[in-house]
């Protein structure tokens, strides 16, 4: 098992910018692909973006191309999404996923990941 808790979320300005960190315990971080998601109020969770184990390769969602940065630091058992030039369509609540160790391929889909975050409030003010 892996837990895993997100934060770093807020309320932040059009424009703005934050950086949302993903900490893990429980086993080994770097067996695990990781992703993204947030889910805004009355809308279907979706995958904002998703990293390989190793941190080498890395998807995005076309919303989050180019301003959501996502990395992972395995020594330090965490993951980051920077995001950047925030818009108030980009409110929601922002989870980390991850696969589970036996699964080496990306996923977009939420089904996908066996473990969750209990998420992270991202508000962006017009």
């Known amino acids: 098992q892996v837990q895993l808790v997100e934060s770093g979320g807020g309320l932040v300005q059009a424009g703005g910018s934050l950086r949302l960190s993903c900490a893990a315990s429980?086993?080994?971080?770097?067996?695990?692909?990781m992703a993204w998601f947030r889910q805004a109020p009355g809308k279907e969770r979706e995958v904002v973006a998703t990293?390989?184990?190793?941190?080498?390769?890395?998807d995005y969602e076309d919303s989050g191309k180019g301003r959501f940065p996502i990395s992972r630091d395995n020594a330090k058992n965490t993951m980051y999404l920077q995001v950047n030039s925030l818009k108030p369509e980009d409110t929601a609540v922002y989870y980390c996923?991850?696969?589970?160790?036996?699964?080496?391929?990306?996923?977009?889909?939420?089904?996908?990941?066996?473990?969750w975050g209990q998420g992270t409030q991202v508000t962006v003010s017009s």
């Open positions: 429980g086993r080994t971080f770097s067996r695990d692909r």
């Open positions: 996923a991850a696969r589970g160790p036996l699964y080496i391929s990306t996923s977009y889909y939420s089904r996908d990941y066996n473990y």
């Open positions: 990293i390989s184990r190793s941190g080498d390769s890395t």
